[in-house]
């Protein structure tokens, strides 16, 4: 048992040492920042004054509902929140973030939250005039000749209906299973699945024409994906929103065995959209992928909002057969994402933060950056990664108030050698994770519940080997992990590993309680801070430090 606070500090053995606060740093120095600092206002986005930081993400509005998240009061200890829409009570919560639904199209609202403590005080947001979208013109995708038999393919149909849509316009599937091929979105509009829908993947890759778009970080022929965005030729799509209670299945156990049979081009997607300013995914439940889920590409402003994405288990809880690599929500060189109230049981990463590979992402040179996210539940996989694609860079990410159950770990941040730039300023706070599964031990891809690894992919990794540092050579830094409870079987509580060349720098814990089957490992690590921590390991191998200093 390892417990640490700002009195005693216990390194390399379970002896007590010098009182600090720091890894040879004295307890009062200053330190590097740690956590998401956006360098700018987001484009798009409706945000209150006062300590709420009460705001519409962006995109997050339609004809019949807003959404907005706020940040918790530094100075009141929160109890629950109320939220006001024009001066009633419209919903209690214990998080921080809330959906207005059956709103009238076309009327502004003035919406408020309030934050009380168990003692009855409360704390008043500033007040944010909201407007709801106009009434949209809707095309019926039954109207141009879509049947919902789960037997007729309806490519042509939809994509139809979708031609047709005019700016600012809809376009429905009512209930019914509709199998399709690869659609294409356009700019102001929207795709709503009713309750009841489901727009089914056929499994015919000759139904998913080949174009070039990024897959695991680099330019490559891949198949389209069952729903996306034409290439942009330079330009951008604006306004893209997928709504509603209907499902978007991928079918992707099968047409995954037969991409790979047919060997034309990459495994395509479910959802890919690229090139877009202003997305907003609101409701809709995703399902089985050939590869990747939900993957946005060099897109801004986007807002995730009570999704739940499935790439792992179908509705009975089976297994999908053939699965592999089925991240759930894969941001990639996106800025300003609101992720939220949303459930992934994934196959591989739940999220995974990217921003391109190697010398290709550097080159591109687009990070992903100001990304929230919060409130949501992770069901297996492996929790919310930044890379391991990440050479173009990976900044200001925060990640709180998350529960992840019989998922193999809370954090993952994997920058290997050859991939360069920096993954910096990203918090994970208010978090919980129970592993009790015996699927996955620690290992090459895998390390722990909160995990930081610069050797990822390496089986056996020699703490003591540097290279020469080059403009592949990653940099971690002003990692926090804050307000943390987890129990693991699957590996180490805590695992840190930094390159001898490029060691982590400003990697701060406080208030974390871990239990694993291994306790506290970190190699190359300048400026770690442990503030209130405990790490228990089931093995009795408390900790192994490497390298650990200022």
């Not at 991928?250 to 047919?262: C, D, F, K, T, V």
């Not at 998350?402 to 770990?409: A, I, L, M, Q």
């Not at 080059?470 to 926090?480: C, H, Q, S, W």
């Amino acid at each position: 048992m390892l417990t640490v606070d700002k009195r005693t500090m216990l390194l390399g053995s379970l002896a007590s040492v010098a009182s600090l606060g720091a890894v040879g740093k004295a307890a009062g120095a200053p330190q590097t920042p740690a956590g998401p600092m956006p360098a700018a206002p987001l484009p798009g986005l409706a945000r209150g004054s006062g300590p709420f930081n009460l705001m519409c993400p962006p995109a997050a509005r339609t004809s019949d509902s807003i959404a907005i998240v706020w940040d918790e009061p530094t100075d009141l200890e929160v109890e629950g929140y109320d939220v006001y829409l024009d001066g009633k009570l419209a919903g209690t919560t214990r998080h921080r973030d809330h959906t207005f639904q059956h709103l009238r199209p076309a009327r502004t609202y003035e919406i408020a939250v309030r934050a009380r403590d168990a003692s009855g005080s409360v704390l008043q947001s500033a007040t944010l005039r909201l407007a709801t979208k106009a009434q949209p013109k809707a095309n019926d995708i039954r109207t141009f000749g879509a049947v919902g038999d789960d037997r007729t393919l309806n490519t042509v149909a939809i994509q139809k209906a979708i031609d047709a849509c005019p700016p600012g316009g809809l376009v429905r599937i009512p209930a019914g299973i509709f199998v399709s091929g690869a659609l294409f979105l356009k700019s102001d509009m929207t795709l709503h699945l009713d309750a009841g829908a489901v727009l089914l993947g056929s499994t015919d890759p000759k139904d998913y024409p080949v174009m070039t778009y990024r897959s695991e970080g680099k330019e490559k022929l891949c198949y389209s994906s069952l729903i996306g965005t034409r290439d942009a030729k330079g330009g951008r799509w604006r306004d893209i929103a997928i709504t509603g209670a209907g499902t978007i299945n991928g079918n992707g156990s099968i047409l995954r065995q037969n991409e790979l049979a047919e060997k034309a081009a990459e495994r395509g997607r479910v959802i890919c959209i690229r090139d877009t300013d202003g997305l907003y995914l609101q409701g809709i439940t995703v399902r089985q992928s050939p590869f990747w889920c939900v993957h946005p590409i060099y897109c801004n402003g986007v807002t995730v909002n009570g999704v739940s994405i499935h790439t792992k288990y179908d509705e009975a809880g089976t297994p999908y057969p053939h699965m592999v690599n089925g991240d759930g929500l894969d941001p990639d060189s996106c800025r300003d994402v609101f992720i939220f109230d949303c459930d992934i049981s994934s196959q591989d990463d739940g999220i995974a933060i990217k921003s391109g590979r190697d010398a290709e992402g550097r080159a591109v040179g687009i990070p992903s950056e100001n990304v929230r996210i919060s409130h949501c539940r992770f069901h297996s996989g492996f929790g919310v990664a930044m890379g391991s694609e990440m050479a173009g860079g990976v900044r200001n990410v925060l990640v709180e108030d998350c529960v992840f159950e019989n998922t193999f770990s809370i954090a993952s941040v994997k920058a290997p050698r050859g991939r360069g730039n920096h993954i910096e300023n990203v918090t994970y706070r208010d978090c919980t994770l129970k592993y009790e599964s015996d699927e996955h031990r620690d290992g090459t891809w895998f390390r722990g519940a909160l995990y930081v690894d610069q050797f990822y992919g390496t089986p056996v990794p020699d703490p003591h080997a540097a290279k020469p540092k080059d403009e592949g050579t990653a940099l971690i830094r002003n990692i926090l992990f804050k307000n943390i409870t987890l129990e693991t079987v699957g590996g180490n509580a805590i695992y840190l590993a930094g390159l001898p060349e490029s060691p982590l720098q400003d990697i701060r814990f406080e208030n974390v309680t871990a239990r694993g089957a291994h306790g506290f490992v970190a190699y190359n690590v300048r400026g770690l801070t442990l503030d209130t921590v405990s790490v228990e390991a089931r093995d009795g191998k408390g900790m192994n430090f490497v390298n650990v200093g200022s």
